[in-house]
């Protein structure tokens, strides 16, 4: 092994170790009242040495959306791998997929959801955002290709498949959102997230049957 290689895994392995540190802080404290000095020491780390890997906390926060929305992707793309025959079971791989992707990693994936409803977005640097948003829009596209009718091809004829995965992806996030706020009221002994996400996702599939017997009569 080369020294540019060596110093690049070992540069590597230290960004892995601030992002771990980073995640253990973020679930303990809110975006606002955690700091760089915090994640330097779960790190055991100088803050010095953390500004060499990230530029500040809003961007060491956005990177942790990088890793869940990989593993999302991953999951989507084996979902249209499997050789599903009907619409039915090809919805199905992918609720039970989704379900996957947040019990992968629950405080990253509402660190996520977060991020994309806050100010920080506009604050990162062009790389990582542009990382966010290909992978983001990946992700939507992976999605639309599962809701397509047959194994000609064949899409809901009077909506755009890619505005169903939209709405599938706001019915996700809105779920765990909601629940995550009740949680903080009510307490953990009161939300089902699962099985909510569950009957969320029978719900939608619902519908979508329905419009499907309605364009086709």
Known sequence: MGIQERKEREGERRR????????????????NKATMEDIAREAELSPGTIYLYFKNKDELYASLSL????????????????????????????????????????????????????????????????EIKKLACKSIEEIAVIFKQGDNGEVLTEYNRSLFAEIFWSLFSG???????KKSILGEEKVFLKKTLQTAFEIFGYGIKDTTLTQNK
Do not use: C, W
């Open 16 to 31: 892995q170790q601030i992002i771990v540190a980073a995640r253990r802080v973020f679930s303990s404290k809110s975006l």
């Open 67 to 130: 890793r869940i929305l990989q593993y999302l992707l991953i999951r989507l793309q084996h979902v249209n791998s499997e050789k599903n025959e009907t619409p039915e079971k090809r919805y199905a791989s992918l609720t039970r997929a989704m379900i996957d992707v947040y019990e992968f990693d629950p405080i990253i994936l509402i660190s996520m959801f977060n991020l994309q409803t806050s100010e920080t977005l506009k604050t990162l640097s062009p790389g990582l955002l542009s």
């Open 175 to 181: 779920v765990v959102l909601f629940q995550e706020s």
